[in-house]
């Protein structure tokens, strides 16, 4: 029955790495997603073969326990709008990271302080460190994430918010006071694993880890929360890795090595593509004050309205068009609409095109998925580096509720918290609209010079009724 066992993992894992090599293009992302469950299903299956002489195994709470798990995971899972997937993605996150810490826990008071060890965990220093790097890790991933999930749910109140940011210095040195607290109580459990410690040492490991978790993400700045869910999303593959040392369990070893470098490996990315570090997001923020009412006059001008009527003109008569997706167009649901519109000013011999920024919206890949389902052609979806050079040749811009991916105080303002931040060339378009409900500021919180420049006009407005109006103006003309 073992050789069973490890060809059903051994299959399980060929399927998590086939399925994550799909997630790598949208033509493929559902067929890979589809394949990694498939060999979830199988891991899981495996291990319930491989547990099921176990005297002390209660099928009824295992049978419980899946059921639980369907019945709260399927339906936000199919419910979700794509605007509300971040937030979902984040707290599933911490659901996996929360789930390690317990694990840890559990552990810990089944062999009453790690005084007592099971002949099949040898060696004992691999249960005692996987458990407790899992506890710390694992509980820092599930608060972090809920937190980033509040964030992104808009839950916390802007006026708090911006306390928390404005005060990332005393978070950070609470922080450090909670790390090495929790660590040292981590290897004073360690170094008593023969004679066991009390229950109290793991519950505070596991306090002091939630704590910091919070600390850490309650600073950080909007524009950089994409970055921090995969970072968290890392941290929970890695503390299952470890959770799976300490059990000695194969499928929870390689799951949580795939995700955990996985995760890191598109965190790097990210940070890349937003030139910051690391440690320069966790460590920092993004953060200032949000623009005034629409129309209104500010230090930096005066910014121009337009009408549906003015800029399906523009680009009725335009060679090139560039629409610049955001996390408006995502709240709207403007993405048919838009798709819509590009068919019509093809027809009438427009060239379109869709620049999308790699942090566009609230997650990796969020716009791609967006303009995918309205049906818009993969070849016509253009990355950062791919599209910028086109910018001084377009004639219209369509800006759709992206803010900081646009902002060119990024390029020109030192003292800008973005600057140095790769951006979307749009102020090099001989013209630009921006779609927007108002004058808000974006999610890094500060104004956007675009919006004052004299190539650009503003159409105020919901993204999907704004755009429905241009569509109505292009079939007239």
């Given at each position: 029955?073992?050789?069973?066992?490890?060809?059903?993992?051994?299959?399980?894992?060929?399927?998590?790495?086939?399925?994550?090599?799909?997630?790598?293009?949208?033509?493929?992302?559902?067929?890979?997603?589809?394949?990694?469950?498939?060999?979830?299903?199988?891991?899981?299956?495996?291990?319930?073969?491989?547990?099921?002489?176990?005297?002390?195994?209660?099928?009824?709470?295992?049978?419980?326990?899946?059921?639980?798990?369907?019945?709260?995971?399927?339906?936000?899972?199919?419910?979700?709008?794509?605007?509300?997937?971040?937030?979902?993605?984040?707290?599933?996150?911490?659901?996996?990271?929360?789930?390690?810490?317990?694990?840890?826990?559990?552990?810990?008071?089944?062999?009453?302080?790690?005084?007592?060890?099971?002949?099949?965990?040898?060696?004992?220093?691999?249960?005692?460190?996987?458990?407790?790097?899992?506890?710390?890790?694992?509980?820092?991933?599930?608060?972090?994430?809920?937190?980033?999930?509040?964030?992104?749910?808009?839950?916390?109140?802007?006026?708090?918010?911006?306390?928390?940011?404005?005060?990332?210095?005393?978070?950070?040195?609470?922080?450090?006071?909670?790390?090495?607290?929790?660590?040292?109580?981590?290897?004073?459990?360690?170094?008593?694993?023969?004679?066991?410690?009390?229950?109290?040492?793991?519950?505070?490991?596991?306090?002091?880890?939630?704590?910091?978790?919070?600390?850490?993400?309650f600073p950080i700045g909007g524009a950089d929360m994409p970055v921090v869910i995969s970072l968290l999303?890392?941290?929970?593959?890695?503390?299952?890795?470890?959770?799976?040392?300490?059990?000695?369990?194969?499928?929870?070893?390689?799951?949580?090595?795939?995700?955990?470098?996985?995760?890191?490996?598109?965190?790097?990315?990210?940070?890349?593509?937003?030139?910051?570090?690391?440690?320069?997001?966790?460590?920092?923020?993004?953060?200032?004050?949000?623009?005034?009412?629409?129309?209104?006059?500010?230090?930096?001008?005066?910014?121009?309205?337009?009408?549906?009527?003015?800029?399906?003109?523009?680009?009725?008569?335009?060679?090139?068009?560039?629409?610049?997706?955001?996390?408006?167009?995502?709240?709207?649901?403007?993405?048919?609409?838009?798709?819509?519109?590009?068919?019509?000013?093809?027809?009438?011999?427009?060239?379109?095109?869709?620049?999308?920024?790699?942090?566009?919206?609230?997650?990796?890949?969020?716009?791609?998925?967006?303009?995918?389902?309205?049906?818009?052609?993969?070849?016509?979806?253009?990355?950062?580096?791919?599209?910028?050079?086109?910018?001084?040749?377009?004639?219209?811009?369509?800006?759709?509720?992206?803010?900081?991916?646009?902002?060119?105080?990024?390029?020109?303002?030192?003292?800008?918290?973005?600057?140095?931040?790769?951006?979307?060339?749009?102020?090099?378009?001989?013209?630009?609209?921006?779609?927007?409900?108002?004058?808000?500021?974006?999610?890094?919180?500060?104004?956007?010079?675009?919006?004052?420049?004299?190539?650009?006009?503003?159409?105020?407005?919901?993204?999907?009724?704004?755009?429905?109006?241009?569509?109505?103006?292009?079939?007239?003309?």
């Amino acid at each position: 029955m073992t050789y069973l066992v490890n060809a059903l993992y051994i299959v399980a894992f060929a399927l998590f790495i086939l399925g994550l090599s799909g997630l790598t293009g949208p033509k493929t992302a559902v067929r890979g997603n589809w394949i990694a469950a498939a060999g979830m299903a199988l891991a899981v299956l495996a291990t319930l073969i491989k547990v099921r002489d176990t005297a002390s195994i209660n099928w009824i709470l295992i049978a419980a326990g899946l059921l639980i798990g369907v019945v709260l995971g399927v339906p936000p899972a199919k419910r979700t709008k794509m605007t509300a997937m971040p937030q979902l993605v984040a707290l599933f996150n911490g659901v996996g990271g929360g789930t390690v810490a317990l694990i840890a826990w559990a552990e810990f008071i089944e062999t009453h302080g790690f005084s007592q060890f099971k002949p099949d965990q040898h060696p004992t220093v691999a249960l005692v460190v996987g458990s407790l790097f899992a506890a710390i890790v694992g509980s820092v991933s599930f608060w972090g994430s809920l937190v980033a999930f509040l964030k992104l749910q808009e839950s916390i109140p802007k006026n708090v918010e911006k306390k928390l940011v404005s005060a990332a210095k005393l978070f950070q040195a609470a922080n450090a006071v909670l790390l090495v607290g929790a660590v040292a109580i981590a290897v004073i459990i360690g170094l008593n694993a023969g004679a066991g410690s009390p229950d109290w040492m793991i519950v505070a490991v596991l306090v002091l880890a939630g704590l910091m978790g919070l600390f850490v993400v309650f600073p950080i700045g909007g524009a950089d929360m994409p970055v921090v869910i995969s970072l968290l999303n890392a941290m929970t593959g890695l503390s299952a890795a470890a959770a799976g040392v300490a059990l000695n369990n194969t499928a929870m070893i390689v799951a949580g090595m795939i995700v955990g470098a996985s995760g890191s490996i598109l965190t790097n990315l990210m940070a890349v593509a937003m030139n910051r570090s690391i440690p320069a997001i966790v460590f920092g923020s993004f953060g200032g004050d949000s623009g005034g009412p629409a129309g209104a006059a500010t230090d930096q001008g005066t910014v121009k309205a337009t009408s549906a009527a003015d800029a399906a003109i523009q680009m009725a008569y335009a060679n090139q068009v560039i629409v610049v997706p955001g996390y408006g167009l995502a709240v709207a649901q403007a993405q048919h609409a838009v798709k819509e519109m590009g068919d019509l000013l093809e027809d009438k011999g427009v060239e379109v095109k869709y620049a999308i920024h790699p942090v566009a919206g609230r997650m990796p890949g969020h716009m791609n998925v967006l303009l995918a389902e309205a049906d818009v052609e993969y070849d016509a979806m253009k990355e950062m580096d791919d599209i910028n050079g086109e910018f001084t040749r377009t004639d219209v811009t369509l800006v759709i509720g992206a803010n900081d991916v646009t902002n060119p105080a990024a390029r020109s303002d030192p003292s800008s918290p973005i600057h140095g931040m790769p951006i979307l060339n749009v102020d090099q378009s001989r013209s630009v609209i921006v779609l927007k409900r108002s004058m808000s500021s974006g999610y890094a919180g500060i104004d956007n010079p675009l919006f004052f420049a004299d190539q650009t006009s503003m159409l105020f407005g919901d993204a999907k009724k704004s755009v429905g109006e241009v569509i109505e103006e292009l079939k007239a003309l």
